[in-house]
């Protein structure tokens, strides 16, 4: 490690630091800290980022992941809201990493879900990637806001549980295909990018962890807004096994509304929704 590189955190260093903040990870925030540099070395090799991108990373707990981003010559700004976290994070930054280094780093205290695009702002630049372990029960809204809210994200890996990135990433058709499968893909082109181990975490979780990869792409073409192509989403996975004939009958007027909506793009209306494309929910929309 050159004398220019943040010096990661170990699994003794995360204990101590925890121990000294008193801080017990809690399910409700779901805190995993990250104790294995590997992995975190990975992450950020995989996000390929670099002294071009600001980065955002969302629950930077003790700063595992935050000193890896770091090392890349990433601009970074942080997320977290837990106070006590958010308060130490500075400091870690300041004592683990040479001066010009930690100048790349700033912290926003906030829930994610709140946090607006310009206060992730940096001398009026705003972020060009999200490299992220998302806490477990939050990490879809998080993201999908996320990618709402700031239009000028490039790029991005975040680590969720391993059942959550087969939802993301999945295709039509597929088991795992839905909700949060189409609404990603109304922002970007996502893909699985690799497990994690459970027991690089600290406390150990009880289920596994994926890593999902995304590159944004234009909104499909469509005279409709996201609002109406979302409703429409939502409206055909809230009941799976019907057709869509059937399943759209609320969301079109009635049954017949959806049949004509459904032929009008150009769709079987015998279809269930998990066969739809983005873009055929997006003309779906359009034609009602």
Not at 58 to 86: M, N
Not at 107 to 121: G, M, P, R, Y
Not at 254 to 262: G, H, I, P, Q, R
Request: aromatic share 4%; hydrophobic share 50%; glycine share 6%.
């Amino acid at each position: 490690m050159s004398t220019t590189s943040p010096a990661l955190l170990g699994p003794a260093d995360i204990r101590q630091l925890a121990g000294r903040l008193d801080v017990r990870p809690t399910k409700q925030l779901g805190q995993n800290f990250v104790v294995d540099a590997n992995t975190v070395r990975r992450i950020a090799r995989l996000a390929e980022i670099g002294p071009d991108d600001l980065v955002t990373e969302i629950g930077p707990g003790l700063g595992s992941l935050t000193l890896a981003l770091l090392e890349t010559g990433a601009q970074v700004v942080a997320v977290e809201i837990d106070p006590k976290l958010a308060a130490e994070l500075p400091a870690t930054i300041a004592t683990r990493c040479p001066p010009e280094v930690a100048a790349r780093f700033s912290i926003v205290e906030s829930d994610a879900l709140l946090v607006q695009a310009a206060q992730l702002e940096v001398d009026g630049r705003t972020p060009t990637a999200v490299v992220a372990n998302l806490p477990y029960n939050v990490a879809v809204p998080v993201l999908l806001t996320l990618l709402e809210r700031i239009p000028t994200l490039r790029s991005g890996l975040v680590m969720v549980q391993a059942e959550v990135a087969d939802r993301l990433a999945a295709r039509p058709g597929e088991k795992a295909y839905g909700v949060p499968s189409v609404k990603a893909a109304w922002y970007a082109d996502v893909r699985w990018a690799g497990a994690v181990s459970r027991q690089v975490f600290w406390p150990v979780p009880n289920v596994e962890s994926g890593l999902v990869q995304f590159t944004a792409r234009p909104h499909p073409v469509a005279d409709v807004s996201r609002e109406e192509v979302f409703a429409c989403v939502d409206a055909a996975f809230a009941q799976r096994r019907k057709t869509l004939r059937a399943a759209l009958a609320g969301w079109a007027g009635s049954a017949d509304a959806a049949e004509a909506a459904l032929r009008k793009a150009g769709i079987d209306p015998k279809t269930r929704g998990e066969r739809l494309t983005v873009e055929q929910f997006a003309a779906l929309a359009a034609a009602r």
